[in-house]
């Protein structure tokens, strides 16, 4: 069974730096789109980032475009979010997810959560004043 796994959440002091990391078991994420979504308490799910299967092009919500980066490494089979100068809006349980590509691997990665059809368990983010 495929499954996806979070890590590197923590807690950290507003204006530091996390760095997420998703890895795949069961899935070969070179072959998928990867987003990042996140759930603050008492809130919906919102997107954060997300990376083509290739690496080659990538899309953020506008709160974090300037602060947090997506990368991949498909030969670790793992995709990345680095998150730095951490607000406390930020805090929330991070979720990555994977999308079809395509068959010809042509459609770009997508902000919408019900283009993603493997989840996560997430990894907890707390940032602390």
């Known amino acids: 069974q495929a499954h996806l796994v979070e890590s590197g959440g923590g807690l950290v002091q507003a204006g530091m730096s996390l760095r997420l990391s998703c890895t795949g078991s069961?899935?070969?994420?070179?072959?998928?789109?990867v987003g990042w979504f996140r759930q603050a308490a008492g809130k919906e799910r919102e997107f954060v980032a997300c990376?083509?299967?290739?690496?080659?092009?990538?899309d953020y919500t506008e709160s974090v475009k300037a602060r947090f980066t997506i990368s991949r490494d498909n030969a670790k089979n793992a995709v990345y979010l680095e998150m730095n100068s951490l607000e406390q809006e930020d805090a929330a349980v991070y979720y990555c997810?994977?999308?079809?590509?395509?068959?010809?691997?042509?459609?770009?990665?997508?902000?919408?959560?019900?283009?993603?059809?493997?989840w996560g368990q997430g990894t907890q983010v707390t940032v602390s004043s």
């Open positions: 997810a994977t999308a079809f590509t395509g068959f010809d691997r042509g459609r770009s990665c997508t902000s919408v959560d019900s283009e993603y059809d493997l």
């Open positions: 069961g899935r070969t994420l070179s072959l998928y789109n």
């Open positions: 990376i083509n299967w290739n690496g080659r092009s990538s």
